[in-house]
């Protein structure tokens, strides 16, 4: 019992890595020649700081990630 709840879960979970990696291709590595990994790597973090923490979300009410986590509140405000 179950197994179809945890299996929706999945599908679930895979969409929305799969929204989220189109996403970065056409908004990040599409875009660039990175050159060498180091490069991909210190542009990809930051981007993901920026979708994260700057970009607005349509789907979350206009927005960030990050203030949806932390229901409203800055970092800084939640850890003290």
């Known amino acids: 019992m179950g197994g179809g709840h945890d ?13 989220l990696w189109r996403t970065v ?9 990175y050159g060498h990994l180091f490069a991909a790597r210190e542009s990809l973090d930051e981007y993901f700081r920026f979708y994260n923490e700057r970009r607005r979300h349509t ?7 990050a203030e949806v986590y932390w229901n ?3 970092r800084t405000a939640k850890a003290g």
């Open 7 to 19: 299996e929706l879960a999945l599908e679930l979970l895979h969409l929305l890595i799969e929204r």
């Open 25 to 33: 291709k056409y908004e990040e590595v599409f875009l660039k020649d």
């Open 59 to 65: 789907s979350l009410g206009k927005r960030t990630p």
């Open 72 to 74: 409203g509140r800055t």
